[in-house]
């Protein structure tokens, strides 16, 4: 807003036809009234805020550079047509924000269906992810009967061996010569022969022994 400002001795407005001089308390008057005011009062001070000043303290002209003041003429005929302008600007606006409130609506409904479809595959989630903890569990259960399982047959596989030792011992202690011969033939040659001969030896001895406890 522009500053009308105004001499406070003469209740004039200051114009571009007389000087404005200042004093140094920073109150303005048109130069003349202030003048005239020092030769009129008793002492020296501002007509304003009655502060001591001397006449070499007065700021003499002040220079304010003025925009231009162009005159706008606010006829009836153009301020109608104003209006009119401002009207239809109105309108086009309101159109505009019709259809942002429809795109926003639209967006709204996108938003709905997506945040739907989050929730459903949020669910499938959790139940995917409840069916894999079932299925690990159903696996280690499957790991352990299995190790069971290949314990179980070592265990057989052993026994089995124990077992046909155990015949040929057997055999061995009630056969005659040729059959004997017939047996260690069939054994083959090798580490496992030597390794199975051993064994027959071991158990004839410890047979012996017990024998001759008892
Ligand atoms: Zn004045
Ligand atoms: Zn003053």
Redesign the pocket.
Known sequence: MPIRAYCTICSDFFDNSRDVAA?T???TFHQECLLQWFHSAPHRT?P??R?QVSSRQIINKLFFDIGGEEETVLDPESLKNEVDRIKVSLLAKEKEKRECQGLVDSLREMLDVRNVTIQSLQKELGDMEMLCSTLKKQMKFLDNQKSETKAAKDEARKLRNKLKTMESIEVLLQAQRPEVEEMIRNMGSGQAAVEQLAIYCVSLKKKKKKKKKK
């Open positions: 004093v308390c920073g109150h501002c304003q805020c502060i």
